[in-house]
């Protein structure tokens, strides 16, 4: 038994969430796609851990299964590797009518996503997330990307996948570090939409945060955001609570701070701005960095703000001579304000930067 999730963007389709999702991948996929051939792409490390058992599946269902493995991280999320990527598909002679299989985290989803919508001019694809990260975010929406030398995801499209199937038992080799890091994006949705999940993250810690119930509930209000506002022009840029600050620190500290590390330094500096300006009472404030503090990821920003400042307005997200901010007004509760670039300085050192 998987909870389904609808999703009706342009496209529809459903994420599937549940134990034993990878090795029935093979069959499940058969009954939305004619493809011949089904190319999986991840990363080395999940490559080691997974990569056979979906291999033995899909040609279990009939595809001709194909492999492309890249190096892990983030810093090989480039045009490079993208590159390779469309250079290897048009080698093997995958048509239009065939599949890519993005199995991995945020980065593999990525490059898989901007590779299916672009190699001759689109494909399906699969989102087969394996990190907690991209099972509550980053698999659902069709957002693809890959960064350049200049900031993250500066080119990008949106794709929606074919479906999206996430096992949660494929969690138990994810690094302890990694899990609090996507622990960040389940905070960020509770304090977006669901106030009850962040009670129960405040009683149970880290082990709230990747049951099957706690990831169902996070791409439920994913979903709801994305059909609401598919193309990121209004209440989907809800999704980027603490990611304007913590997108100027991951690039700051050269990637050394992770995504989910720096989103909880940024939803901390935020609200904390957000209090000293009453948008929400210092308690809230509080209450969300205390429960960051106790998943273990950091709140304090150990960049200077000059620096912080410079990466800000170099972001995608400003547009002309604003920036859109997603403020906190209590746990459960936020809103978007386009904020000016010359105020950007006060909202970073009320957030606490030195
Ligand atoms: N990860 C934010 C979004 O999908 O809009």
Not at 16 to 28: C, N, R, S, Y
Not at 222 to 238: A, I
Request: aromatic residues 6%; proline residues 3%.
């Amino acid at each position: 038994m998987s909870i389904q999730v609808e999703v009706k963007a342009s496209r529809h389709y459903t994420v599937q969430i549940g134990e034993g999702l990878l090795d029935a991948a093979g069959a499940l996929l058969r009954e939305k796609t004619a493809a011949g051939t089904a190319c999986v792409v991840s990363g080395a490390q999940v490559d080691a851990f997974y990569g056979d058992r979906l291999v033995r599946s899909l040609e279990a269902a009939g595809f001709r299964a194909l492999r492309f493995v890249h190096p892990s991280g983030e810093e090989h999320k480039n045009l490079e590797t993208y590159g390779k990527l469309l250079g290897f598909l048009a080698g093997q002679g995958l048509s239009r009518s065939d599949l890519l299989v993005s199995l991995g985290g945020g980065v593999t989803g990525d490059l898989t996503g901007f590779a299916a919508a672009t190699y001759m001019r689109g494909l399906d694809y699969v989102q087969i997330p394996t990190s907690l990260l991209a099972m509550v975010d980053s698999s659902v929406g069709g957002k693809t990307a890959v960064d350049l030398p200049e900031g993250k995801n500066l080119a990008g499209c949106f794709w929606q996948p074919l479906a999206v199937l996430c096992d949660p038992a494929l969690l138990q080799t994810l690094p302890e570090e990694e899990l609090r890091c996507g622990a960040a994006e389940v905070v960020k949705t509770a304090v977006l939409r669901d106030e009850a999940l962040f009670r129960e993250l405040e009683k149970a810690g880290l082990p709230a945060a990747f049951t099957e119930d706690a990831i169902a509930r996070c791409v439920r209000i994913k979903r709801d955001l994305v059909e609401e506002d598919e193309f990121d022009r209004g209440s989907r840029k809800l999704l980027n609570l603490g990611h304007s600050f913590g997108h100027a620190l991951e690039l700051c500290s050269g990637y050394a701070l992770g995504h989910g590390q720096a989103v909880a330094v940024g939803m901390t500096m935020i609200a904390l701005a957000s209090a000293e300006k009453g948008i929400c009472s210092r308690e809230t404030a509080e209450r969300l960095r205390a429960l960051l503090e106790k998943l273990g990821l950091p709140t304090e920003p150990e960049i200077p703000g000059k620096a912080l400042l410079a990466a800000l307005l170099r972001d995608k997200k400003r547009s002309g001579d604003s920036m859109d901010l997603v403020l906190p007004e209590a746990i459960g509760r936020c809103r978007v304000e386009r904020v000016p670039a010359s105020a950007l300085e006060e909202w970073l050192r009320l957030g606490g930067a030195k």
